[in-house]
Protein backbone atom coordinates (compact mmCIF):
# COMPACT_ATOMS: atom_id res chain seq x y z
CA UNK A 1 0.00 0.00 0.00
CA UNK A 2 1.20 3.64 -1.01
CA UNK A 3 2.20 5.76 1.76
CA UNK A 4 -0.60 8.20 2.42
CA UNK A 5 0.36 12.13 1.77
CA UNK A 6 1.14 14.09 4.53
CA UNK A 7 -1.66 16.55 5.13
CA UNK A 8 1.39 19.27 4.81
CA UNK A 9 2.67 18.19 1.76
CA UNK A 10 2.36 21.36 -0.39
CA UNK A 11 4.36 23.09 2.44
CA UNK A 12 6.89 20.97 2.81
CA UNK A 13 7.94 21.11 -0.72
CA UNK A 14 7.93 24.69 -0.52
CA UNK A 15 10.25 24.00 2.55
CA UNK A 16 12.33 21.65 0.45
CA UNK A 17 12.13 23.59 -2.73
CA UNK A 18 13.44 26.91 -0.54
CA UNK A 19 16.56 25.42 1.48
CA UNK A 20 17.40 23.44 -2.02
CA UNK A 21 17.20 26.67 -3.91
CA UNK A 22 19.94 27.90 -1.75
CA UNK A 23 22.13 25.31 -1.70
CA UNK A 24 21.82 24.62 -5.53
CA UNK A 25 22.56 28.24 -5.86
CA UNK A 26 26.09 28.06 -3.93
CA UNK A 27 27.25 25.03 -4.74
CA UNK A 28 25.78 24.44 -8.30
CA UNK A 29 22.93 21.36 -9.03
CA UNK A 30 26.09 19.00 -10.32
CA UNK A 31 27.92 19.53 -6.58
CA UNK A 32 24.79 19.36 -4.13
CA UNK A 33 23.27 16.43 -2.94
CA UNK A 34 19.66 15.58 -2.08
CA UNK A 35 21.87 14.24 1.29
CA UNK A 36 22.43 18.12 1.85
CA UNK A 37 19.16 19.14 1.04
CA UNK A 38 17.58 17.13 3.58
CA UNK A 39 20.24 17.55 6.10
CA UNK A 40 19.09 21.84 6.07
CA UNK A 41 15.48 20.53 6.27
CA UNK A 42 15.92 18.85 9.25
CA UNK A 43 14.77 15.17 7.54
CA UNK A 44 16.26 12.36 6.11
CA UNK A 45 17.06 11.75 2.83
CA UNK A 46 14.77 8.82 2.47
CA UNK A 47 11.84 11.33 3.21
CA UNK A 48 13.12 13.69 0.48
CA UNK A 49 12.03 11.12 -1.55
CA UNK A 50 8.54 11.32 -0.82
CA UNK A 51 8.08 14.87 -1.85
CA UNK A 52 10.57 14.08 -5.14
CA UNK A 53 11.52 11.28 -7.23
CA UNK A 54 15.03 12.82 -8.07
CA UNK A 55 17.58 15.93 -8.04
CA UNK A 56 16.35 16.72 -11.43
CA UNK A 57 12.87 16.89 -10.22
CA UNK A 58 13.80 19.01 -7.55
CA UNK A 59 15.59 21.17 -9.74
CA UNK A 60 13.09 21.83 -11.91
CA UNK A 61 10.90 22.25 -9.24
CA UNK A 62 12.96 25.19 -7.80
CA UNK A 63 12.31 26.85 -11.39
CA UNK A 64 9.14 26.06 -12.06
CA UNK A 65 7.89 27.79 -8.21
CA UNK A 66 10.32 30.67 -9.52
CA UNK A 67 8.90 31.13 -13.04
CA UNK A 68 4.99 30.87 -11.64
CA UNK A 69 5.71 32.97 -9.23
CA UNK A 70 6.73 35.69 -11.80
CA UNK A 71 3.76 34.70 -13.86
CA UNK A 72 1.36 35.57 -11.13
CA UNK A 73 2.42 38.73 -11.71
CA UNK A 74 0.96 39.08 -15.04
CA UNK A 75 -1.89 36.77 -14.08
CA UNK A 76 -2.92 39.52 -11.52
CA UNK A 77 -1.38 42.64 -13.06
CA UNK A 78 -2.20 45.64 -10.99
CA UNK A 79 -3.93 48.67 -11.66
CA UNK A 80 -2.25 51.71 -12.87
CA UNK A 81 -2.78 55.09 -14.29
CA UNK A 82 -1.50 55.05 -17.78
CA UNK A 83 0.64 53.02 -20.36
CA UNK A 84 4.10 54.18 -19.15
CA UNK A 85 2.99 53.55 -15.38
CA UNK A 86 2.00 49.99 -16.27
CA UNK A 87 5.27 49.69 -17.30
CA UNK A 88 6.95 50.84 -13.85
CA UNK A 89 4.43 48.97 -12.29
CA UNK A 90 5.68 45.96 -13.93
CA UNK A 91 9.05 46.52 -13.29
CA UNK A 92 8.67 47.14 -9.90
CA UNK A 93 7.04 44.21 -8.91
CA UNK A 94 9.53 41.97 -10.51
CA UNK A 95 12.33 44.11 -8.63
CA UNK A 96 10.35 43.21 -5.66
CA UNK A 97 10.06 39.32 -6.51
CA UNK A 98 13.36 39.10 -7.11
CA UNK A 99 14.31 40.60 -4.12
CA UNK A 100 13.28 37.28 -2.20
CA UNK A 101 14.16 35.21 -4.54
CA UNK A 102 17.85 35.34 -5.11
CA UNK A 103 18.60 31.53 -5.14
CA UNK A 104 16.05 30.95 -7.02
CA UNK A 105 16.87 33.08 -9.93
CA UNK A 106 20.30 32.53 -9.87
CA UNK A 107 19.67 28.42 -10.04
CA UNK A 108 17.24 29.54 -13.26
CA UNK A 109 20.39 31.39 -14.77
CA UNK A 110 22.68 29.08 -14.32
CA UNK A 111 21.19 25.26 -14.20
CA UNK A 112 17.90 26.00 -16.72
CA UNK A 113 20.46 23.44 -18.97
CA UNK A 114 20.64 20.71 -16.52
CA UNK A 115 17.03 19.56 -16.27
CA UNK A 116 15.33 17.28 -19.26
CA UNK A 117 14.47 19.03 -21.94
CA UNK A 118 10.68 18.39 -22.03
CA UNK A 119 10.68 19.95 -18.35
CA UNK A 120 13.24 22.88 -19.90
CA UNK A 121 10.63 23.66 -22.45
CA UNK A 122 7.93 24.43 -19.73
CA UNK A 123 10.29 26.69 -18.21
CA UNK A 124 11.20 28.38 -21.24
CA UNK A 125 7.77 28.83 -22.47
CA UNK A 126 6.61 30.37 -19.38
CA UNK A 127 9.37 32.65 -19.81
CA UNK A 128 8.60 33.77 -22.78
CA UNK A 129 4.95 34.02 -21.49
CA UNK A 130 6.55 37.18 -19.27
CA UNK A 131 8.76 38.31 -22.36
CA UNK A 132 5.94 38.54 -24.38
CA UNK A 133 3.61 40.57 -21.71
CA UNK A 134 6.11 43.12 -21.29
CA UNK A 135 6.34 43.74 -24.76
CA UNK A 136 3.60 43.93 -24.82
CA UNK A 137 3.50 47.14 -21.90
CA UNK A 138 6.07 48.57 -23.50
CA UNK A 139 4.80 48.54 -27.03
CA UNK A 140 1.58 50.37 -25.22
CA UNK A 141 3.87 52.95 -23.44
CA UNK A 142 5.07 54.21 -27.00
CA UNK A 143 3.94 56.30 -29.61
CA UNK A 144 2.27 53.53 -32.34
CA UNK A 145 4.51 52.42 -34.70
CA UNK A 146 7.92 53.57 -32.54
CA UNK A 147 9.75 50.47 -32.92
CA UNK A 148 9.66 47.52 -34.89
CA UNK A 149 8.74 44.10 -33.43
CA UNK A 150 12.55 43.15 -33.34
CA UNK A 151 13.92 46.17 -31.92
CA UNK A 152 11.12 45.75 -29.06
CA UNK A 153 12.28 42.54 -28.39
CA UNK A 154 15.94 43.65 -28.55
CA UNK A 155 14.92 46.19 -25.44
CA UNK A 156 12.80 43.52 -23.85
CA UNK A 157 15.60 41.56 -23.56
CA UNK A 158 18.18 44.59 -21.92
CA UNK A 159 15.47 44.57 -19.98
CA UNK A 160 15.45 41.66 -18.60
CA UNK A 161 19.30 41.61 -18.28
CA UNK A 162 19.41 44.53 -16.04
CA UNK A 163 16.72 43.13 -13.42
CA UNK A 164 17.83 39.64 -14.17
CA UNK A 165 21.20 40.06 -12.47
CA UNK A 166 19.94 42.58 -9.72
CA UNK A 167 20.50 39.69 -7.56
CA UNK A 168 24.64 39.59 -7.84
CA UNK A 169 24.90 43.12 -7.17
CA UNK A 170 21.85 45.26 -5.33
CA UNK A 171 22.04 45.66 -1.52
CA UNK A 172 19.08 46.55 0.25
CA UNK A 173 20.73 48.69 2.16
CA UNK A 174 22.71 50.80 -0.60
CA UNK A 175 21.88 54.36 -1.88
CA UNK A 176 19.45 53.42 -4.11
CA UNK A 177 16.12 51.36 -3.39
CA UNK A 178 14.80 48.21 -5.10
CA UNK A 179 11.81 51.08 -6.43
CA UNK A 180 14.71 53.12 -7.38
CA UNK A 181 16.74 50.46 -9.71
CA UNK A 182 13.10 49.55 -11.13
CA UNK A 183 12.22 53.11 -12.46
CA UNK A 184 15.58 53.73 -13.73
CA UNK A 185 15.19 49.94 -15.80
CA UNK A 186 12.09 50.77 -17.14
CA UNK A 187 12.71 54.36 -18.00
CA UNK A 188 15.99 53.22 -19.42
CA UNK A 189 13.84 51.19 -21.83
CA UNK A 190 10.91 53.16 -22.17
CA UNK A 191 12.93 56.72 -22.68
CA UNK A 192 16.23 54.85 -24.62
CA UNK A 193 13.86 54.14 -27.67
CA UNK A 194 13.55 57.36 -28.58
Known amino acids: MARPQATDYSDKRGLIAAKAALIFARQGAASASLAKVASACGMSKSLIYHYYGSKED ?23 DGHENAFKTFTRRLMDHYAGAADSQKVLLYELENIPPQNRAKIVAKQRQLIRYAERLLAASLPEGALQKSELTVRIMLFFGMLNWSHSWFRANGAISRQQIADLAADATIKGVF
Not at 59 to 79: E, G, K, Y
Open 58 to 80: LLFDVMDRHMSDLVSIIDNPAVA
